[in-house]
């Protein structure tokens, strides 16, 4: 029945776009987060999606193949006041463009509802179905 | 009288192949971001053709043939859109396009269960005579 599957392509594309919400407000989170050394300073996380083929190579849904931690390299302030400058007197912070992630997460939230609008039609077709013949 | 078998006409092969592009669509929709991804869609009008004609069915002339199932050879009618607004990553999925799509099947699913739905009404009258 083509309709459960429908189910499954719209959840696992659900669970796809709420990991990259996940990932984006992890970065918006962490975007002023300054370190005292340029390595444990905070790298933002990207997803990336492929597609989910069944054994007759269909493609049937989506998954996050990989989480991607940017290279981007952290920005280098003077701010010898910080606690946890460094002995020059500068902190480190994460290379984040805030507008960037809120863009991102924009399109994740409206994919999400694409999805949650699929299930619900098909949803409601099943059950005009199964009242075929009353 | 004719046989029972096309009794429903062509709703109840129109139907089953409706589900199946829904479940296409469900997917180009699901894979709207995902990179290098290119939108497909059943040619819904060649496909219930064979379905109905049955010009690629092969024929039984023995009684131990086996039948060859309508959906050996469907991935063959499946086809990629023609993208209007091609992405910089590959994907070829319009979203709204996809959505206007999926509504529209929807609607004619419906149509064609509105037909069905009253075929089997009449019959069941005709059966009670009441």
Redesign the interface.
């Known amino acids: 029945?083509?309709?459960f599957?429908?189910f499954d392509?719209?959840g696992?594309?659900m669970t796809?776009?709420s990991l990259?919400l996940n990932t984006t407000a992890s970065n918006i989170a962490n975007a002023q987060n300054v370190s005292g050394n340029p390595e444990s300073v905070y790298r933002a996380k990207y997803t990336?999606?492929?597609?989910v083929l069944n054994e007759?190579s269909?493609?049937?849904?989506?998954k996050v193949d990989s989480i991607s931690e940017s290279e981007v390299a952290p920005l280098k302030l003077f701010d010898p006041k910080n606690p946890i400058a460094d002995k020059d007197g500068y902190v480190y912070k994460p290379d984040i463009s805030v507008i960037e992630e809120m863009a991102n997460m924009i399109?994740?939230s409206?994919?999400y509802q694409?999805?949650v609008?699929?299930m619900n039609?098909?949803k409601?077709?099943m059950m005009?179905?199964l009242k075929?013949?009353q | 009288m004719a046989g029972l078998d096309n009794i429903f006409g062509i709703h109840e092969q129109a139907l089953?192949l409706r589900?199946?592009r829904?479940?296409v669509i469900?997917?180009n929709?699901?894979?709207?971001?995902?990179?290098n991804?290119k939108a497909?869609d059943i040619d819904f009008m060649s496909m219930l053709n064979k379905e109905m004609n049955g010009a690629e069915k092969m024929a039984k002339t023995n009684g131990k043939h086996i039948s060859v199932t309508a959906s050996s050879n469907d991935?063959a009618l499946m086809k990629f859109r023609v993208p209007t607004q091609p992405s910089i990553d590959g994907n070829t999925v319009d979203?709204d396009m996809e959505?206007a799509r999926?509504?529209e099947n929807?609607v004619q699913?419906?149509a064609s269960?509105t037909f069905?739905?009253g075929r089997?009404?009449g019959l069941?009258s005709a059966i009670r005579g009441d």
């Open positions: 029945m083509s309709f599957k429908i392509v719209a696992s594309a796809a776009q990259r990336e999606f492929s597609t007759q269909e493609a049937t849904g989506v399109s994740a409206r994919s694409d999805n609008d699929v039609t098909a409601q077709l005009s179905t075929l013949g | 089953l589900a199946k829904s479940a469900a997917n929709i699901a894979n709207a971001d995902t990179p991804f497909k991935n979203i959505k999926f509504a929807a699913y419906q269960f069905l739905n089997i009404k069941m």
